[in-house]
């Protein structure tokens, strides 16, 4: 009985076919095999197995990859920001929904789009929005649209985020360009609607490559993701071109808060009147095959079958089907693709078992207990190719 309580009071950390870490009050385990209180050393179990965890992935991430893919989720923006306002989760939005709103209005508002009855503790705004859209749809009514219009403008207000100076994303960014110059550029493709990536980008002084050209206005077209940067030498008898550093492509499957539709086509705006944003309902996956989103989410699925690709899942919880169905498909038909899935919720979420169990057969899956904020300190720096002018920089966080 001592034995079954102490493993169900274990916490599992990282999961790869070859190790898997997790640890107790008590002790830690890797691959099931309890370490010694001589390996422990001074360091309580917590520490202990975070540590080889970090130990671990950082041998996986120093490797030298062709192509490096990030998707990234709400845990890259969940709990930061200026200003006041910070992140949140699905659950966050709609306490600022019911806050604004109050629980009455949402209430009657479930009952006219013939929606399960809501509670207060209820979080499935997605839920709720999908119902609405369907039921507009079918039966149109100025006051269903009225609180629509309104929910979504809550969710634009609260994902209007400002980066503060201890953000991790311009760290991330930094870590990201470090390499060879010879690669692919690294790709960030984020399903968030802020613009915390673009901000940070433009604090370090990064060229960001985002579907959108560089004249005004700027207007979006997929064939700009072709392009590239390059440093033309003086001495024009050299043929070949430098290819300039801290560059990096931007994709936003789900649109963004400064994107602007007009007469067709979509710009970027400070002050958009009509912004381009999937918002969270079921209607989203059909939304996907309208441009620009099936240009951004088609580069996803043909970068993940690319050779020798690290696709790196930050803080995403694979509720999108879609997209997870692309990663499984991937991790089925590209036996040169390294997985690796950072969240601080790998025990809870339900999405990440299946992940789990394939992991246990199949190279090339990591799974890491990990926050973004956490990963981006000790995500392995290659100081070497971290050119700027005048030099090498010199990560002074580490």
């Known amino acids: 009985m001592e034995d079954t309580n102490i493993q169900l009071n274990m916490k599992q950390i990282y999961f790869c076919e070859r190790n898997e870490i997790k640890f107790s009050d008590e002790h830690v385990e890797v691959n099931s095999e309890k370490l010694s209180q001589e390996s422990l050393g001074d360091n309580t179990p917590e520490q202990c197995a975070y540590k080889l965890m970090r130990e671990h992935y950082s041998k996986v991430l120093s490797r030298q990859y062709e192509n490096i893919v990030i998707l990234s989720g709400a845990g890259t923006s969940v709990g930061i920001g200026g200003g006041g306002k910070k992140g949140k989760t699905m659950r966050g939005l709609w306490s600022a929904v019911v806050s604004e709103l109050k629980f009455k209005t949402l209430e009657k508002f479930s009952e006219d789009v013939k929606f399960t009855p809501v509670s207060e503790e209820y979080t499935d705004l997605e839920g709720l929005l999908s119902k609405a859209i369907l039921s507009e749809a079918f039966s149109p009514r100025e006051d269903v649209q009225a609180i629509i219009d309104k929910i979504e403008g809550i969710i634009r207000r609260e994902c209007s985020l400002e980066l503060p100076d201890n953000a991790p994303h311009e760290r991330f960014l930094r870590k990201l360009t470090a390499r060879k110059l010879k690669y692919s550029r690294a790709k960030i493709f984020t399903l968030n609607y802020d613009l915390l990536f ?12 985002d579907g959108f050209c560089f004249n005004t206005p700027r207007v979006f077209n997929g064939i700009n993701y072709d392009y590239d940067i390059v440093i033309r030498n003086n001495n024009r008898s050299l043929s ?19 994107w602007d539709r007009h007469n ?3 710009i970027k705006s400070s002050n958009p009147l009509k912004t381009v944003m999937i ?16 240009e951004m989410i088609s580069r996803f699925q043909n970068e993940l079958r690319k050779k020798n690709t690290l696709l790196m899942v930050i803080g995403f919880s694979f509720y999108d089907k879609h997209i997870t169905a692309m990663i499984m498909e991937a991790l089925n038909s590209n036996p040169s693709i390294t997985i690796v899935v950072i969240s601080p ?8 078992i299946a992940l789990k169990e394939k992991s246990k057969k199949q190279r090339g899956i990591i799974l890491i207990n990990e926050t973004f904020e956490n990963f981006t300190r000790y995500y392995p720096y290659s100081e070497i190719y971290d050119y700027v002018e005048g030099g090498i920089q010199q990560d002074e966080s580490l």
């Open 198 to 209: 673009e901000q940070a980008a433009s604090k370090g002084g990064y060229v960001v490559i």
């Open 240 to 258: 070949e071109e430098n290819f300039a550093p801290k560059v990096f492509h931007l994709y936003k499957p789900h649109g963004s808060l400064d």
């Open 264 to 266: 067709g086509i979509v």
């Open 279 to 294: 918002y969270p309902s079921s209607s989203k996956y059909e939304a996907s095959y309208e441009q620009p989103y099936f």
């Open 345 to 352: 919720d790998l025990e809870k979420g339900e999405n990440f």
